[in-house]
């Protein structure tokens, strides 16, 4: 028989006992609990750069399909329109799949695309759309600021931001000051040695290619480019023009800008035979036939009309009757024979 003392400790230890483990279970709880709002803050976190993502891509996007479509459009169809809608398309689907690494790598890309245009407007219509702020080239200026600093450029990487920034300095405000400081910057990075091996000189000329043909059929005018090689020889204007007459490359009557050519690819049963043509704003198929060393022809008819001479029986993968790049709209017509 446990002393009344006894009893009371025994109690009183039994009751510590009890008391500790509600401690550590509400411990345990809070712990619990304070994961599960940390996770929660970090879900909400995740999910609000989520949002603000897919708006700004979607932004960007709807402001490429209005100002950067129509460079080159085939009939009805436009690719960089397609392209654009694609990229909004997969921005929806990485959004919901949380994918937010995917969807900032998406961002930088075509930030960098508005960039090379050296766009000036998208900070304007962003706020307007969308009330974000976003400077695309913040970075750039920075870089800018600290090779200044530096006193000169060091490498090509610093000399393609310099030779882009002062391009977008030259439309905008800035002092002419500071257009010159970098221009002297340029000037001095040509003047070394390394420099003069990587961006080359004005007296080095530009490497040209040298085209091998194939033999045309007996009685045929036409000659169809097969194979280029490469060769460091230098080709005078009259050379290369003459190389490109050759080729089938013919300029509009009135714009040298605008030409067309007829080429071949592969062999066997892989090969085909295709007209392209370039316009100001790109280039692209017009026309393209299942086999090699068709007698197929290509010229302009007018300054808004190309005329392909080809055969029934040629099954053609690509017809298309009208291209067009932006204002500039040419007819495509068909003699076969």
Known sequence: MLSEVEASFVALMKSLDNFKALIAKGMKNIILGLQKQSLQMADLKKQAALDKYRTLLFAILDYHLKYYTGSMVFDDWDPSADYYLLEKQQTEEDYQNFRLDILEQRLGKFVQRLRYYMDLNFGSYLKEHTGYEMDIYEDLRHEIATIISRGKVENIEELSVVHLMIQVYKSTSVEKEQIDILANLI?????????????????????????????PLPNSEYITMVATTGTIEKLSKKEFMELERKRGVLSSPRNIGRQIATNAHGFGKNAHTEVGITLNGGSGCIYCVKGENLLIKAYWKNNNTVVIETKKEYVADVRHNQVGSFEDVVKIEYIEI
């Open 187 to 215: 000037d001095e990075f040509s003047e070394c040695e390394d420099s003069n091996r990587v961006i080359g000189k004005s007296d080095i000329g530009v490497k040209q290619n040298i085209v091998q043909f194939k033999v």
